[in-house]
């Protein structure tokens, strides 16, 4: 199973060899930018310095480019979308959130995700590398999900990058109502 794992500058910084072990094991890397910044309240010169910084940091250890951006907080404005287009990226939300990083344990993450109002064709779930619980809750989670039918993939296999709108709840739909690429995606940051 291979996911995307989207990362700061401060997290290349500080594990640019996990950076490497990522992307060699077939793992995509998605950009999360720079310094973690409220994206929305700042300049879109300031936008694409975020987003461009961490590329080519992430650039320079693997030579990929990486092609997906998750806004921190999942705060976004038009200027940071066309800021992100700009740089050659794809802005993602997501639509299911863990809730890992509140700590609350294995079982919360696994109520959370499994009972989840929005889980279902086309999700996006959103966890946490450092949040304390989600390494031990992951192995019952993928299982528990793959019981039901879903599928994991990458996040450039999952979204649309052409026709489509995002609702409020991060959920991508098509404008020519055709049927999202697969069925969710893993996306750790």
């Not at 940091?57 to 092609?67: E, F, Q």
């Not at 287009?85 to 700590?103: F, M, P, R, T």
């Not at 299982?143 to 649309?160: H, P, R, T």
């Amino acid at each position: 199973m291979h996911v995307t794992f989207f990362m700061t500058g401060g997290w290349v910084d500080t594990y640019p060899d996990d950076v490497k072990a990522l992307y060699k094991a077939g793992h995509e890397l998605g950009n999360h930018s720079q310094n973690h910044k409220q994206m929305s309240t700042i300049s879109a010169a300031e936008c694409e310095d975020e987003i461009i910084k961490v590329h080519n940091k992430v650039k320079k250890l693997t030579g990929y480019d990486m092609k997906v951006f998750r806004p921190p907080y999942g705060d976004y404005n038009d200027v940071l979308i066309e800021s992100a287009e700009k740089c050659g990226y794809h802005a993602i939300q997501w639509d299911v959130d863990s809730l890992d990083w509140k700590n609350y344990g294995v079982d919360s993450i696994l109520t959370t995700v499994l009972n989840h109002k929005h889980l279902g064709k086309g999700s996006i779930i959103l966890c946490h590398n450092g949040a304390k619980y989600t390494a031990k809750a992951l192995p019952k989670l993928i299982d528990s999900l793959k019981e039901k039918g879903f599928e994991f993939v990458k996040m450039s296999e999952l979204i649309y990058t052409k026709n489509y709108e995002m609702d409020t709840e991060g959920r991508q739909h098509s404008l020519n109502n055709t049927a999202a690429p697969k069925q969710t995606a893993f996306e750790q940051s």
